[in-house]
DNA sequence: CTGAAAGCGCTTACAG
DNA sequence: CTGAAAGCGCTTACAG
């Protein structure tokens, strides 16, 4: 059997009280019985029963997730995966809320996140953007001792805890890679399409993916099209775009708004379609994978990324070591081959 | 606060004990006291507090992996992933073993199940392989009401619980489609290696990957190359395909020894090389990938499938739900630029 | 068929 | 600075 606390506490001769501070670091244990104690812990190779300690401490994780609101079926994903595990978390002493703020909006965010305090929040997982406001906001956060991890957007150089997320430059890259290779040696221009220049993932995924191609013989990016995430400011401009260069053979979607784009490609005859690629798994993006229409799908999985917000916070309240493997979000490829079973 | 048995049985009038039998599902109460429990229940909200029914029961879960032994570094992977979530797992009540079988020897693996049993052993996880023996061996499991899941290989046909890896006719087919895309148009033949075609994933792979370049004009798959995933073997059985086929414009290797095959590739010169998609992530294809000797590598996480192999083991015990998204092993595609940090 | 009590491994006041 | 005791939400014998 494994030893527990009793058995720790009759090794070394003191009481479980005792024994129970040195293992959570508590103050006022002479430093002659801390000693005491870690040898007896040492030899019997105890090992502290994590849910027996939640169940003791009766304490309730209540942790809130900010994303943003709007039609971006990646965030319905967030959504949907958040409100799963709030579910499937009912039976584990935890809470679940989720907020929704406009994207785009720093001062949004930052007024949410300014409303939240330890009496009603244990933790934050929130799609960070830049800003003052917003930086300001997690600096308050972590004077109060909340815990927070940025959600699919970071911004390294504001107060978090860890980054929940693909690194978007990488994920640029291979979007990159892959058109290179799917146009195998044809030559063109590349029409890229992001929701603004002002995001830091989509600058990121920009830079990525015009690293790859800058090296690729042949093929030429376009200047970005800011879409604000709209799908039908997405069609007219893509729509404005294919007419205006008649030599695109790539387009390289790195924001929302896929629905616009395969609307405009629907109208091209097949044998004329660029080589498509598109960020996000969604129903719409799934279809025009299997048609033809988009040749890849960039993605994230939002449940990992959510269950693993989680995982992370809670482990730094219980300040337990986390699996590394698990918490490393993939930047995952879909082709019509590898799609996973659609929800049902 | 969330309602506990005790507040289910001060509303019901019944005894802590009372409630305990009905929301487990134990025999001994009337009709009429089961309905008056789920009344109350079902008005309370009532969710039973898995981690505390875990404390109570004392239950330690004691999980055998069955898998491969050999150079196999996908085997590897497998067993420093089941270490470490064992060393993990230790403050949850949770053993686990490793045995290693040799692969394709199914008598060998059949053996070693039949001395299981629930004495000692709670749920195992299994690479399976065709075979009386092996059948017979999962039917024991089963009549002793062990639970198990498939683990990597499956034998759908044979009693399980669960298969946990991935859709092998899927990965062939990713790995099809990814060659013609790479192939962009070019003619000529294709190699295959594969470790064995007596073994299932390998047959699977194979079938998927021939009925997408079957539709794929100028492309045609020479005969499987059996190496017994011996390095050596793919070595020698590549170097004189190559030699005999100048026409080979790809190479598929579906099972292991891929260091076999970076050598083989490492003598011919770049611009002189075949497209070369090969399975499972590791040291060697890694860095082949990024000599560019290895154009893609299709993978399965290890470690996301022994974690889910113990949460599909642990719930089927606890009678709980799972998370279905949680379970779903991906078929992932690893280019150069969406290769995961390298372990430490 | 139903209930009272002890116990799982820990934490939390409260005493001393 | 250290310890005895109650309690977290459940399960398990044991009584009746």
Redesign the pocket.
Same mark, same amino acid.
């Given at each position: 059997?494994?030893?527990?606390?009793?058995?720790?506490?009759r090794h070394s001769?003191?009481? =479980?009280?005792? =024994?129970? %501070?040195v293992?959570?670091q %508590?103050?006022?244990? @002479?430093?002659?019985?801390?000693e @005491?104690v870690q040898s007896a812990m040492a030899t019997l190779g105890? =090992? %502290?029963?994590?849910t027996?300690?939640?169940?003791? @401490?009766?304490?309730v994780y209540r942790f809130v997730f900010v994303i943003h609101d709007g039609p971006n079926s990646f965030m319905q994903q967030l959504a949907v995966e958040i409100e799963t595990l709030r579910q499937f978390s009912a039976?584990n %002493?935890l809470e679940i809320d989720l907020y929704r703020v406009p994207p785009f909006d720093g001062a949004a965010l930052a007024r949410l996140l300014n409303r939240l305090d330890p009496a009603t929040c244990s933790g934050v997982a929130v799609i960070a953007a830049d800003g003052v406001a917003v930086r300001d906001a997690l600096v308050r956060l972590k004077a109060l001792g909340l815990p927070v991890v940025t959600l699919v957007s970071d911004v390294p150089a504001f107060p978090r805890d860890a980054y929940v997320g693909i690194d978007n430059v990488a994920a640029g890259r291979t979007a990159g890679r892959l058109m290179g290779r799917f146009l195998g040696g044809r030559n063109g221009k590349i029409a890229l399409v992001a929701g603004s220049m002002l995001v830091r993932d989509h600058v990121e995924r920009r830079m990525g993916f015009e690293q790859v191609i800058a090296e690729t013989r042949g093929l030429d990016c376009l200047p970005v099209l800011e879409s604000r995430d709209d799908s039908r400011i997405v069609q007219r401009m893509l729509r404005d775009c294919l007419s205006s260069h008649p030599d695109i053979v790539g387009i390289y979607n790195m924001g929302a708004g896929n629905r616009g784009l395969i609307e405009t490609l629907s109208a091209v005859p097949p044998t004329e379609r660029p080589q498509v690629i598109v960020h996000e798994l969604s129903e719409h993006s799934r279809h025009a994978l299997s048609e033809g229409i988009v040749d890849a799908i960039i993605h994230q999985d939002a449940g990992h990324e959510v269950r693993s917000a989680l995982r992370v916070l809670k482990a730094k309240i219980d300040k337990i070591p986390l699996l590394q493997g698990q918490e490393q979000i993939r930047i995952e490829i879909y082709l019509n081959e590898n799609l996973p079973a659609a929800p049902a």
């Open positions: 059997m494994r030893p527990t606390l009793k058995d720790v506490a001769g003191l009481s =479980i009280a005792t =024994i129970d %501070r293992v959570n %508590r103050p006022g244990v @002479r430093q002659k019985t801390v @005491r105890y =090992i %502290r029963d994590v027996a300690a939640d169940l003791a @401490r009766r304490e039976n %002493r």
